[in-house]
């Protein structure tokens, strides 16, 4: 059996029960190595195979031909491991190679959920999720992605929005969805959500520091509704007060 576990964006106080039941019940946890440290308390004595980033098909392989010999094995991803994570690539080689392993997904609170909650509801409306990574994607679609979206005035949510070799990213996508927003449109920026170092700050659009912005770190950029006040991001639902 092979659980594909979303741990949630921080500590053990962010997972679901599920996802507890399963890390218990595992006989081998794999995972990328902050993760496999955020349930470290869950995991106790039991043998667990860390791998860095950017390993992510060997990690899968390992981990479905520890299942297929026999042991309950939780590969877990943080926040959703259907979001950017490990779901996905799990279930694309169980579905087109010859694998004879159960699989079960997991779902976890992915990381715009639990930064939405930190600044405010700017999630009220419709809104949709952007990665700036361009390691698996194009980035002539991610800019068409950011162009569209920022058109049809979704509250839009930056994953990856940073990182070494990449810092012009974030800035980009800003400059495309500038003829779109208004420079005092609401942005919420939240670091390490759910975890101890959770920091957060609330910016215009016209006003951003991408500074601030690191690989930790997620991006709200509002709608046009989107206000703040007393330092609470909110997205109105659209009911007369
Ligand atoms: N599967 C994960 C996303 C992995 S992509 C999920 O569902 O949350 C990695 C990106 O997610 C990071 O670059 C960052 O933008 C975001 N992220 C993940 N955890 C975060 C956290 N605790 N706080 C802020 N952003 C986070």
Not at 66 to 80: F, P, W
Not at 107 to 132: E, N, Q
Not at 185 to 196: D, F, H, L, S, Y
Request: aromatic residues 8%; proline residues 4%; glycine residues 10%.
């Amino acid at each position: 059996m092979l659980y594909v576990v979303g741990i949630g964006p921080g500590g053990l106080d962010m997972m679901t029960y599920q996802a507890r039941a399963a890390i218990e019940e595992a006989d081998v946890i794999v995972g990328y190595k902050t993760y496999t440290h955020l349930v470290k308390a869950l995991v106790g004595d039991k043998p667990v195979l860390k791998t860095g980033m950017c390993k992510e098909i060997e990690r899968c392989q390992a981990a479905l031909e520890m299942a297929q010999s026999g042991k309950t094995v939780a590969l877990i991803s943080s926040g959703d491991s259907g979001i950017y994570g490990m779901a996905g690539l799990i279930l694309e080689m169980v579905t087109k190679h010859s694998w004879h392993v159960e699989v079960k997904v997991i779902p976890g609170m992915t990381a715009s959920i639990a930064a939405g909650s930190v600044l405010g509801a700017p999630l009220m409306h419709d809104f949709c999720h952007i990665s700036l990574s361009d390691l698996l994607t194009p980035w002539e679609v991610i800019e068409k992605r950011i162009i569209v979206a920022a058109e049809a005035d979704f509250v839009t949510c930056f994953y990856n929005p940073r990182s070494r070799g990449r810092e012009g990213h974030l800035k980009q996508a800003f400059e495309l969805m500038s003829p779109y927003k208004d420079p005092q449109t609401p942005v919420g920026i939240v670091k390490e959500a759910g975890r101890r170092k959770e920091a957060k700050w609330i910016t215009t659009f016209g006003d951003m520091d991408f500074e601030l912005v690191d690989m930790r770190t997620l991006v709200i950029v509002g709608n046009q509704s989107t206000y703040v006040e007393q330092g609470l991001m909110v997205t109105p639902r659209g009911y007369q007060l």
